[in-house]
């Protein structure tokens, strides 16, 4: 019932987003990470609870997965479970809850591997190091069969793009090993409800543009045009709402480095908003996001001054999402995403804090007082001090019984004053301790077979006394 109030009045806040409060609380401890946090990969599973994977500073960059169990964060499994250095971490979770990570593996070669949590320890997914060469800018997705894919940057061929997904054995080439016409960076994989994977990337072949593509059950094509942004496109980030369209986010050279969002509407490649948006600073470290009303939100590193910064499209514009700049540093390798109730959390290394890894999540204050929607005992009502007398949950604001416990707040009559205390329930005019029909109102206490029960609520009333009615 709690999840389900939470997820209501956070689309009571979208709707009223003009007056709404909102912005980014912390999640457990700032900078929780043992050491230093490169290559940061925030995921959430089905229950809402985060996890983060990660290089690990602390454990001579091996990586490491924590996650938050509602008030710290904790290690899952052994903290520096990879055999060495491991860079380019990419996290994803399983429909069944079982994280798996993605990276470049230098104790083979750094070729790709994946391991995954087992509930106990980790282990590897197939052969360690599978890639043909060397792997950069893993990218790891999931399908609905729980099928693990890897995207990469194919140093055995070419520098192009390479996915490989594990068959329940091995690992094998989804299409052609190389497919994408040039070299590649900024990889990023996702996969749509059909099970077709996407790939985005910076195309090094032509110009660094940002490309998109799909493969089609045989082979790999394009979406629609290729190098379809304006001029150079660094940091792409691709999302695909759930309606299937595809989204790629990108910081965008021919507007000063300021970021861009572009999206396929089934013809071709289109910008969302304004071009260059994030004014007056440049975007790097870009993560996208869409939530299930298909709202897209961007986070980033802004540029003026290296702070983290959140923006959303409201159907024209682009606007800020909570603070502007409102981490308290600098910070780099952004990740955001979105749980089932529309919670956005994001993670990022936190160069106020050690350069450890930190997570926010953006929440609503709907009343303005200072209070989170899904902690405030009266969101609908100020109450800084979250006062309750009666100790129900429901703060003195709002509780309608200030000095009798009502945790379920039932008003029949809705007249203000919960059933609780309400001297006349159903506000007929008599009181409660002589009303016939307490819960129905009957102000003429009629009681055609003198039973004690008045006729509006007698269930027993005799057919002949109904037809009197």
């Not at 061929?157 to 996915?163: D, E, L, T």
């Not at 970021?259 to 089934?266: D, I, L």
């Not at 301790?433 to 003429?444: E, F, H, K, V, Y």
């Amino acid at each position: 019932m709690r999840a389900l109030l939470k997820h209501v009045l956070f689309l009571i806040a979208l709707l009223v987003a003009g007056t709404a409060h909102a912005s980014l609380q912390q999640v457990g401890k700032v900078g929780f990470s043992p050491g230093e946090a490169f290559y940061i990969s925030l995921a959430i599973d089905s229950s809402g609870t985060p996890y983060v994977a990660y290089s690990d500073g602390s454990k001579n960059s091996k990586t490491s997965v924590m996650k938050f169990n509602g008030t710290s964060w904790e290690q899952v499994g052994k903290a520096g479970f990879s055999p060495c250095i491991a860079s380019y971490t990419s996290l994803a979770i399983d429909s069944s809850g079982t994280p798996y990570v993605a990276y470049r593996d230098a104790a083979n070669g750094s070729k790709a591997s994946v391991m995954r949590f087992n509930g106990t320890s980790w282990e590897q997914v197939g052969k360690a190091g599978f890639s043909p060469g060397i792997a950069s800018y893993t990218s790891l997705a999931i399908d609905s069969s729980g099928t693990p894919y890897v995207a990469y940057r194919d140093a055995a061929n070419g520098n192009k793009a390479s996915v490989m997904r594990f068959n329940g054995t091995s690992w094998e080439q989804v299409g052609k090993a190389g497919f994408s016409p040039g070299g590649v960076e900024d990889i990023s994989l996702v996969i749509n409800s059909s099970g077709t994977p996407y790939v985005a990337y910076s195309d090094v072949a032509n110009g660094n543009k940002a490309s998109v593509m799909r493969f089609n059950g045989t082979n790999w094509e394009q979406v629609g045009a290729a190098d379809f942004s304006p001029d150079v496109a660094y940091y792409t980030s691709l999302a695909i709402n759930s309606s299937g369209t595809p989204y790629v986010a990108y910081r965008d050279m021919a507007n000063s480095g300021e970021a861009s969002v572009m999206r396929f509407n089934g013809a071709s490649w289109e910008q969302v908003g304004e071009a260059g948006f994030s004014s007056p600073g440049c975007a790097s470290s870009t993560s996208l996001a869409i939530d299930s009303s298909g709202t897209p939100y961007l986070a980033y590193r802004d540029g003026s001054d290296g702070k983290a910064s959140m923006m959303r499209f409201n159907g024209t514009n682009w606007e800020k999402a909570g603070k502007d700049r409102f981490s308290s540093g600098d910070v780099w390798f952004i990740s955001l995403a979105i749980d089932s109730s529309d919670m956005l959390y994001l993670a990022y290394m936190d160069e106020a804090n050690g350069d450890k890894a930190s997570v926010m999540k953006f929440v609503y204050d709907t009343d303005g007082d200072g209070i989170a929607d899904d902690a405030d005992n009266c969101p609908l009502a100020a109450n800084p001090g979250q006062e309750d007398t009666d100790g129900d949950g429901a703060g003195d604001t709002c509780d309608n019984c200030l000095l009798v416990a009502n945790a379920n707040q039932k008003d029949t009559d809705r007249d203000g004053t919960g059933d609780a205390c309400d001297l006349d329930d159903d506000n007929d005019g008599v009181p409660d301790a002589t009303d016939n029909c307490s819960l129905i109102a009957n102000p003429d206490q009629k009681d055609s077979d003198n039973d004690g029960r008045g006729d509006a609520c007698d269930m027993n009333l005799d057919p002949i006394y109904k037809l009197l009615l």
